[in-house]
């Protein structure tokens, strides 16, 4: 088979066993795509470690991070594995080659303030405005990837019950409350900007934009820039910043570490106890700010 044969054949099988998203899909066909391409003729199943590990370093020179070089080794590991599972190879390349060491970076958050002037920015007598604040107090209420957001539907949200039913990263299924401010807000989003935008046309989708189509995440991190700038907020925001501010508000108003992790839709535990050390540096500013001995 060709490269491109293995890759497709690897990826399906990803996706069949294991259910992971399109983009994490996409992301390893990227890393394989761009190792097949470096090894020119030569076909993916005839790789040593020795290969690989000049794949690697070349990577490296041309400036890629730790972290990036960390995720294409992880690309590489999942796709030998599999073709050894398949006794396509006998020998997995990657089995000697370690892994870049890399610090995880503390995720960008909002302090509740800039919070406060994100969520004031739309004008919401419009009704792009109405449907932009219903969309950013329904991040920070809820706590939910961007991705997640935009591919809200209907029946996933119960108005009566105040929750909406999330399938997340792997197909795990939570429920996630939505709070009474949030709710009024997609109760008067729904009843008015959205009946505006779409007219007579449907769309299953629950955020709709004004070409009567579905939001993208893409389209919704430009408008959370745009409201940040308009806000006058200068730190550097990701689309996951009101994700982020979600998780360490709570923290820092005494919510239990393990509640957290079931509303964000963590597998681990350790994966959202990064949130808990904000908390702490927060703790530490007010001590310092506030106690006569600080």
């Not at 991040?139 to 591919?151: D, F, K, M, Q």
């Not at 919510?255 to 050390?277: E, K, N």
Request: glycine content about 6%.
């Amino acid at each position: 088979m060709n490269s491109a044969t293995l890759i497709e054949q690897f990826i399906d099988a990803l996706w069949v066993e294991h259910g992971l998203s399109e983009n994490t899909l996409s992301a390893y066909s990227s890393d394989l795509r761009i190792f097949a391409k470096w090894l020119v003729d030569k076909s993916l199943l005839e790789v040593d470690g020795g290969l690989l590990s000049k794949f690697l370093a070349s990577r490296f020179h041309e400036g890629i991070g730790s972290r990036s070089s960390a995720r294409i080794l992880s690309s590489l590991r999942r796709f030998y594995g599999y073709y050894l599972r398949e006794n396509q190879i006998g020998i997995d390349p990657t089995a000697l080659i370690e892994a870049p060491q890399i610090g995880r970076p503390l995720p960008d958050t909002l302090s509740e303030q800039d919070v406060e002037l994100l969520l004031a920015a739309p004008v919401v007598t419009h009704v792009l405005g109405l449907r932009d604040k219903t969309m950013l107090e329904m991040l920070y209420a809820t706590g939910l990837r961007v991705s997640e957001l935009v591919n809200l539907k209907f029946e996933q949200i119960s108005f009566r019950q105040g929750v909406v039913r999330i399938i997340g990263k792997g197909n795990k299924e939570r429920l996630v409350p939505v709070g009474e401010e949030a709710m009024s807000w997609l109760e008067t989003y729904m009843n008015d900007a959205r009946k505006t935008l779409l007219g007579e046309h449907q769309c299953d989708y629950l955020f709709v934009t004004s070409r009567k189509d579905a939001m993208t995440r893409q389209a919704f991190w430009h408008i959370i820039k745009r409201y940040a700038k308009k806000a006058g907020i200068k730190k550097s925001l990701s689309p996951h910043t009101l994700r982020h501010a979600f998780a360490t508000h709570l923290l820092n108003h005494g919510a239990d570490l393990r509640v957290v992790q079931l509303l964000l839709g963590h597998a681990d535990l350790s994966t959202t106890q990064i949130y808990t050390h904000i908390a702490r540096e927060r703790l530490k500013e007010l001590h310092s700010k506030f106690h006569p001995r600080g």
